[in-house]
């Protein structure tokens, strides 16, 4: 058991946990005379310690109890040595390693035994940082009401930005969500020639098509029978006692005969104990719209045979109530499957009024004029054109997908604002920063070829107490241990019962994580430069790169967000590819003669 216990992959939640109940220790401990005051000043354990993220505070502590939990669990914040020892000696169960801990000012600080942490990552395998640390069961399929048609099937005209804005949302769901082990279904299905298809594939989103002959007219017919055999349809006779001024039958006969169908949506919700739906949703009527809608979720579910199926409404907060009344119209055409609603805010553009369309077309003429600004007349070919479209793709996905997704966005679209190809600024500073990791390696496997360079050796003959520059033990401490635990949010969302229709899920956080991942490997890089000129041991070297490497993989595996280097290969083809890789990091230099002489 113990031997299973060390090969657990570190965890911060596990370690928040055990360290939470090692200075809790027995209730008796807790300060307070009466059983009864000692449970109400006991703190949660999720507030008697947190994580550390700044260059500044881990300096000292990796780990901090804050002074005013220990008041409460001791008298005068005095840690009985006891309980210092119990919490200095953790080991085991997915918990970082303690080097050592003592009571400041602040607080109870710790600090990890970093040598021990960088052998567990680096040198036990990394897969299980590199994923969610559980796999899941069941299957979501994503609805997004902005493509369903209306009267005809939306364009890239049609399409506003609140509405191009939950089409980013669901994608970026369906791919954190495959990766946590769940079949992920995408509604509705588009017309293979559609131009709105197209449109979205220049984004990288890749939409499930049909053949535009591909007729539903079928499961529509089925649909409206299900409604007008539904218990909750309204007659006329109802609509008529309630309508007032009298002559309420004749009214309803009338309604009746111009073919209205009509849904009691209230009592629906009510009888069916649905939680979080407006209540001033009501009575709805029918239209061939709402039934088609019905009709496209019904062919989405054709080929699910999971019995645990979630179906995620992924809308804006214009949209909202519309989706409300489909998504109770569909429960009483007899469907009964969970249904929630990812609401998102509205997109601001000050001073502008821009379709999906004119958007896109407005930050690719910007992207390009940033490059030939930079690179002048090499800006030209097939080539750029690639470069500079997965460039502007990076740049609208980075914008409308990093901010919580309840949140407005507002967006500076005056033409003079531009954008920038260098500096901490979203999609094209995680790119440039993936560019430059692919060139890096490049550069390392072509010096292992001509010999500059040794093949990396296994993980025991590392030297890990080698790493003493502050940023290795941010990227580690930050980035790889927390990064498997950032994935499993999205699902553990979904999972939450009593919330109502809506369900609130950190999708901005990866994009954040990426931003701040590559801000921070940007300022150790540029300090240390790991192929650069050095005096160090080739053993040294190669754990450097070992460790580099990670980093991109903590970047691949992100993948889903549409800017990075897996999805670049795909976009661009591997000419292209290498070129943007080139351009990217033009002032990137590696000093191959220097290295060999420094191994040597």
Not at 366 to 389: F, H, L, N, P, R
């Amino acid at each position: 058991m113990e031997n299973i216990e060390e090969l657990s992959p570190l965890r911060i939640t596990s370690t928040v946990r055990a360290l939470s109940s090692a200075l809790r220790g027995k209730r008796e401990h807790v300060h307070g005379s009466s059983r009864g005051k000692s449970d109400r000043m006991f703190p949660e354990p999720e507030k008697l310690w947190f994580k550390e993220s700044s260059a500044k505070n881990l300096r000292n502590r990796d780990f901090l109890s804050p002074s005013t939990m220990l008041n409460t669990l001791y008298a005068d914040g005095q840690v009985p040595p006891a309980v210092m020892s119990r919490v200095l000696s953790l080991r085991g169960g997915g918990v970082l390693p303690v080097a050592g801990g003592e009571v400041m000012g602040e607080g109870l600080r710790l600090r990890v035994d970093r040598v021990a942490a960088f052998r567990a990552v680096l040198a036990g395998g990394t897969t299980e940082y590199l994923k969610p640390s559980s796999q899941r069961e069941g299957c979501v399929v994503l609805n997004c009401p902005a493509l369903h048609p209306k009267s005809n099937t939306p364009t890239p005209d049609t399409l506003n930005l609140g509405q191009l804005r939950t089409v980013l949302l669901a994608d970026h769901m369906g791919a954190l969500l495959r990766r946590q082990g769940f079949e992920v279904y995408f509604c509705p299905t588009l017309p293979e020639d559609s131009d709105v298809a197209v449109f979205l594939q220049a984004l990288g989103i890749d939409w499930p098509r049909a053949p535009a002959n591909c007729a539903n007219d079928e499961r529509e017919e089925k649909i409206q029978k299900a409604l007008e055999n539904s218990p909750y349809r309204e007659r006329g006779t109802e609509r008529g006692r309630r309508t007032s001024g009298g002559g309420g039958r004749k009214a309803a006969e009338e309604e009746e005969n111009e073919g209205g169908l009509r849904i009691n949506l209230k009592q629906v919700f009510q009888e069916e104990g649905l939680l979080g739906y407006d209540p001033t949703l009501g009575t709805c009527k029918v239209h061939r719209d709402s039934v088609s809608h019905l009709a496209q979720l019904d062919l989405s579910m054709a080929d699910i045979t999971e019995t645990m199926v979630t179906v995620l409404h992924v809308t804006s907060c214009q949209d909202e109530f519309r989706q409300q009344q489909i998504a109770v119209l569909w429960r009483a055409s007899g469907a009964t499957h969970s249904q929630r609603h990812l609401v998102c805010g509205p997109v601001k553009t000050p001073g502008s009024h821009l379709t999906a369309a004119q958007y896109l077309q407005l930050r690719k003429g910007q992207m390009k004029e940033a490059s030939e600004m930079k690179y002048g007349d090499k800006v030209e070919g097939q080539t750029w054109d690639d470069i500079i479209k997965v460039m502007t793709s990076a740049t609208v996905r980075f914008e409308l997908l990093s901010t919580v997704h309840t949140s407005p966005v507002t967006l500076d679209v005056q033409r003079e604002g531009g954008v920038s190809t260098k500096g901490p600024r979203g999609g094209v500073f995680v790119m440039y920063n993936c560019a430059r990791l692919h060139t890096l390696f490049d550069s390392y496997e072509r010096g292992v070829e001509k010999g500059l360079y040794p093949e990396i050796p296994d993980g025991s003959q590392l030297d890990f107490s080698a790493l003493k520059e502050e940023g290795e033990w941010l990227l580690l401490f930050n980035y790889l241990i927390p990064f498997s635990e950032l994935l499993d949010q999205s699902g553990q969302s979904l999972d939450c019962e009593g919330g109502g229709a809506r369900v609130n899920i950190k999708t901005e956080q990866i994009c954040k994580f990426l931003v701040s991942l590559s801000k921070d490997f940007s300022s150790y890089y540029n300090r240390v430069h790991v192929l650069g000129v050095r005096t160090c041991s080739s053993v040294y070297l190669c754990f450097e790169w070992m460790k580099v490497q990670l980093i991109l993989k903590s970047v691949q595996i992100t993948d889903h967000v549409g800017s990075f280097q897996s999805r670049l290969g795909t976009y661009l083809g591997p000419l292209s590819f290498s070129t943007f890789c080139q351009i990217a990091t033009e002032p990137l230099t590696i000093n191959n003669k220097s290295i060999n002489h420094a191994l040597n």
